[in-house]
T-cell receptor
């Protein structure tokens, strides 16, 4: 089944403890993105990648890192999480043919205390 | 930068039609999308329209695009309680990276 898989689904962590949220897609998509969703603010793009080793900042990149060493994986790294990074995170991927519409993962709800 | 605007809430009675509106600013938009997010789930691509089209129909869904006014709408005929969700408008221009609106919460009541 074509899908984007994020892990974990839920995570509670403490301020300053490094964490990684994994994202993997099995559709051989070139484009991958990370978004955070907050009430009243909709979806805001954190980082995106147009292919292996090509990443760029989105609208809210501060406090986050990404890497794209392989086409299928696009992990999101929080080196020193803070409470304002408590949010719902989505990974998404898209190919370069057809309509470029994104396929989204199921989301990761992160709470930083 | 590009901007996508949509109203935050829409309430309709079951069986009526729903119309969710969206405006965008990027004149180079190539594809325009509607996504649906059900509670506790990720976004699901509902439908899309290419910028050289005026209308697209898919069962109960009708998408209208007014490129001159940069206005996109999604009409859901015979709205059901299962249609209650957040609907996101999005557009992608030359970069093919979509810009999303804030989402419209559709509430369907009996």
């Amino acid at each position: 089944e074509a899908q984007v898989t994020q892990n974990p689904r839920y995570l509670i962590t403490v301020t300053g403890k490094k964490l990684t949220v994994t994202c993997s897609q099995n559709m051989n998509h070139e484009y991958m993105s990370w978004y955070r969703q907050d009430p009243g603010l909709g979806l805001r793009q954190i980082y995106y990648s147009m292919n292996v080793e090509v990443t760029d900042k989105g609208d809210v990149p501060e406090g986050y890192k990404v890497s794209r060493k392989e086409k299928r994986n696009f992990p999101l790294i929080l080196e020193s999480p803070s409470p304002n990074q408590t949010s719902l995170y989505f990974c998404a991927s898209s190919g370069t043919t057809n309509n470029y519409g994104y396929t989204f993962g199921s989301g990761t709800r992160l709470t930083v205390v | 930068g590009e901007d996508v605007e949509q109203s935050l809430f829409l309430s309709v009675r079951e069986g009526d039609s729903s119309v969710i509106n969206c405006t965008y600013t990027d004149s180079s938009s190539t594809y325009l999308y509607w996504y649906k997010q059900e509670p506790g789930a990720g976004l699901q691509l509902l439908t899309y329209i290419f910028s050289n089209m005026d209308m697209k129909q898919d069962q109960r869904l009708t998408v209208l695009l007014n490129k001159k006014d940069k206005h996109l709408s999604l009409r859901i005929a015979d709205t059901q309680t299962g249609d209650s969700a957040i609907y996101f408008c999005a557009e992608s221009g030359g970069s093919y990276i979509p810009t999303f609106g804030r989402g419209t919460s559709l509430i369907v009541h009996p």
